[in-house]
């Protein structure tokens, strides 16, 4: 059930014609009451004898008990009080208590003391009515109407669990502000799919992604075709900005402008500034070694780099402080972003939809602390700057690498807002794991159909010996990996992590206890990529040598974390492994 409180108005009989009248943007079917202030108010709808002026009178009588110079300029109050397309349709009577218990929270009438406001409800169709009310009491005062938005939200809360139906999330202020309902009527017209406040904050939310600078915010914005108007102190310091589309314009044919603020409370000028105040370039996550370099373009490399940054940040979500907490899963908001912008046609709708879900679990009112995030930023600026992946090859299978790194992230960062009770950004966050799990399936089918195919190629004898390894490395695990259809790319993986010089069961156990696993769909593709990320393999095995996983085991052997050093010697000490 969503409550909405409109502008405040002047003219109670305009309000009245259009609720009774046959719709602008929806068709008004029946329109009639369903309750008012004394329950015996002329319906113009059911009764032909009743006018609207009547009613209009009638809710406007109490202004002539106060002085010209007493009454508000807007006296008009109008809720609308809309359920979900899934509840079921409310009786005329369960609407009228609707109505009665939303004027009471608001402060509109006090049943009690009998000296409310005048008010009416009008149902025009199936699922939502309007609320029409005079802001002046029937003793001559004013309503208290202070926080009546809260009040209403909380009212509704309550009566959609007495009604049975769909059960929305309190909120807690740090939502971005919604459209009105005369944006979404303007984009309805001008053919738009969103309204233009929902363009432009996603276009500023995509400026501010892995940006280190106030010059190269603005620079972007300008880039990407926006209006805009920058607010300076006396002294020349910026305070502030507004931001309009070109072709969004007003009555006037004025370009309607929007503050940063107002956009979403993360996106004004301080908040924004607080992101690269720590040095967004000075990259931590772990280098890559030259072959590494040589081999990758710059959009793989830069997804590789994500993979890494958001690998480690799922630590700190998971353990860390909340403050910094925090400061991770906003800056996971920005890699999202980031990642949906430079990806392949195949996957972008996908991965849009994750970013703009995101975007609700990216803020609460844990204040983040930024700079421990550079990471996360710099993976976020790296994409940006690697430009767009080609979705095959080594560009795709880092990309399905990244997407797999961040779904966990993601569902880490759900876990965490479930835990602080932040049930709003528990969802979004939970939804847009769902679009990523969507887009990993279609970024991963190729590359992973490789590397099963590259398993299925393996001979008997090392079949058997990475099966006897992975009971020994993962007891637990092993047999649900084992009947999984990705259980012979792992294979593959490890059979290339072996030729690469590597430790498999130390590979294994690492990526195992470092992680949880209980969300994988299947464990064998989250090990096939923390693995190939680990040990710095080709994510797109199609470009190894045919035979590169067919021999036996190398007589080198490499840590489990360690990237591979090109022409690295081996010592005296290092001697083959026994075939298992």
């Known amino acids: 059930m969503i409550p909405r409180i409109q502008k405040r108005g002047q003219r109670t009989i305009g309000l009245l014609y259009y609720l009774y009248g046959p719709g602008k943007f929806e068709e008004h079917t029946d329109p009639h009451l369903v309750a008012s202030w004394d329950n015996n108010a002329p319906d113009p709808g059911r009764d032909p004898s009743a006018t609207l002026k009547q009613l209009q009178q009638l809710l406007d009588q109490p202004m002539e008990n106060v002085e010209q110079a007493d009454r508000p300029k807007k006296h008009v109050w109008h809720l609308s009080v809309r359920n979900a397309g899934e509840d079921r349709i409310l009786s005329d009577e369960e609407w009228g208590e609707v109505a009665r218990r939303m004027v009471a929270a608001a402060g509109i009438d006090d049943p009690e003391q009998g000296t409310g406001c005048r008010w009416a409800a009008v149902r025009h169709a199936d699922d939502h009515i309007h609320i029409v009310a005079t802001l002046v009491r029937e003793d001559g005062f004013n309503p208290d109407l202070d926080h009546d938005a809260v009040r209403v939200q909380a009212q509704a809360r309550a009566l959609e669990v007495e009604l049975g139906l769909r059960r929305l999330h309190k909120g807690d202020g740090t939502a971005a502000k919604h459209p009105t309902s005369a944006e979404r009527h303007k984009a309805k017209r001008q053919g738009r799919e969103r309204t233009a406040r929902e363009e432009v904050r996603?276009?500023?939310?995509?400026?501010?992604?892995?940006?280190?600078?106030?010059?190269?915010?603005?620079?972007?914005?300008?880039?990407?075709?926006?209006?805009?108007?920058?607010?300076?102190?006396?002294?020349?310091?910026?305070?502030?900005?507004?931001?309009?589309?070109?072709?969004?314009?007003?009555?006037?044919?004025e370009p309607v402008f929007y503050p940063g603020a107002r956009l979403a409370p993360d996106l004004s000028l301080p908040r924004i500034r607080e992101r690269w105040s720590a040095a967004a370039h000075n990259d931590r996550t772990p280098p890559q070694d030259d072959a590494v370099r040589t081999r990758l373009g710059a959009p793989a490399r830069a997804r590789r780099k994500t993979a890494s940054a958001a690998w480690q940040a799922m630590l700190f979500v998971q353990q860390g402080d909340d403050a910094v907490a925090a400061a991770h899963i906003a800056a996971t908001g920005e890699v999202l972003d980031a990642l949906a912008k430079t990806s392949a046609a195949h996957t972008r709708r996908e991965l849009r939809d994750a970013a703009t879900a995101f975007e609700r679990a990216s803020r609460s009112h844990v204040r983040a602390v930024r700079g421990h995030d550079r990471a996360l930023r710099q993976a976020a600026r790296d994409l940006v700057h690697g430009g767009p992946a080609l979705g095959r090859g080594e560009d795709g299978a880092t990309t399905a690498m990244a997407i797999d790194m961040l779904f966990f992230l993601i569902t880490a960062a759900a876990h965490w807002h479930a835990r602080k009770d932040h049930a709003q950004q528990a969802e979004a966050a939970a939804q847009a794991a769902e679009h990523l799990r969507s887009a990993y399936q279609t970024a991963s089918a190729q590359p992973l159909g490789v590397l099963y195919q590259r398993g299925r190629s393996l001979n008997r004898p090392v079949i058997q010996r990475q099966t006897a390894l992975l009971r020994e490395a993962l007891p637990g695990l092993a047999e649900q990996i084992l009947t999984e259809p990705g259980w012979y790319a792992l294979a593959a993986t490890i059979a290339d992590a072996e030729a690469a010089g590597h430790d498999p069961a130390a590979l294994l156990s690492a990526a195992v206890e470092r992680r949880e696993l209980d969300t994988a769909d299947s464990v064998s593709d989250v090990l096939v990529w923390r693995l190939r990320q680990t040990a710095d393999l080709p994510a797109d095995a199609s470009s190894l040598p045919e035979n590169s996983t067919a021999g036996s085991r190398p007589a080198t052997r490499r840590t489990a974390t360690k990237p591979s050093t090109p022409g690295r010697r081996r010592s005296e000490e290092e001697t083959p492994r026994k075939t298992l």
């Open 202 to 253: 996603e276009t500023v939310r995509r400026a501010v992604t892995g940006a280190a600078s106030d010059e190269e915010f603005f620079d972007r914005l300008a880039a990407a075709g926006l209006l805009i108007r920058k607010r300076a102190a006396p002294s020349g310091d910026l305070l502030g900005y507004k931001v309009a589309l070109p072709d969004d314009r007003n009555k006037d044919g």
